[in-house]
């Protein structure tokens, strides 16, 4: 699949990638997001094939409050991966990760796969890699 892309449908995605939107959307439905109502699930593919997923987490201070996308990679780093394959991001309305979320996600790796789509409705599947939704990224390399 080119980046980026956008596919009809899931059918399309490789089957480990399936297996992280089936997740994410999972994660989704943990978010707590009593403000916005926006939810937020992610699913992490580490190198090693292990899976990390986070959910957006709302504060009334609202800059307190945490991305799917942080809180999935947080998770996998505080268990020792820093070596990531894939990111997928459930969001209804489809969305892409924030800034700060694509300069986390960069951190750790320029050809990481990022994938989004919506699942409460059919429709695009956008998948890029990290240095194409952040290029040029701030690093101290």
Same mark, same amino acid.
């Given at each position: ?8 449908? &899931?059918?399309?995605?490789? =089957?480990?990638? #399936?297996? &992280?939107?089936?997740?994410?959307? $999972? %994660?989704?439905?943990? $978010? !707590?997001?009593? !403000?916005?109502?926006?939810?937020? /699930? %992610?699913?992490?593919?580490?190198? =090693?094939? #292990?899976?990390?997923? /986070? ?5 009334? +201070? !609202? /800059? ?11 998770? $996998?780093? +505080?268990?020792?991966h820093k070596k *990531? ?13 924030? /800034? $700060? ?6 951190? *750790?790796? #320029? ?5 989004? *789509? ?19 990224? *701030?690093?101290?390399?």
């Open positions: 699949m080119d980046s980026p892309s956008a596919s009809s449908d &899931l059918s399309e995605l490789p =089957d480990e990638f #399936k297996a &992280l939107v089936e997740q994410a959307t $999972a %994660a989704r439905e943990l $978010a !707590y997001a009593p !403000y916005s109502d926006f939810r937020v /699930g %992610a699913a992490l593919l580490t190198a =090693d094939g #292990k899976t990390f997923t /986070g959910c957006n987490v709302e504060n009334a +201070s !609202y /800059g307190l409050s945490i991305c799917a996308e942080r809180t999935a990679i947080c998770k $996998a780093v +505080s268990e020792g *990531f394959r894939a990111i997928a991001v459930a969001a209804s309305p489809l969305a892409s990760p924030c /800034g $700060a979320c694509r300069q986390f996600i960069v951190e *750790f790796g #320029k050809d990481i796969t990022v994938i989004t *789509f919506d699942p409460a409705a059919p429709g695009p599947v956008k998948v890029w890699t990290s240095e194409e939704l952040i290029p040029d990224s *701030f690093s101290f390399e």
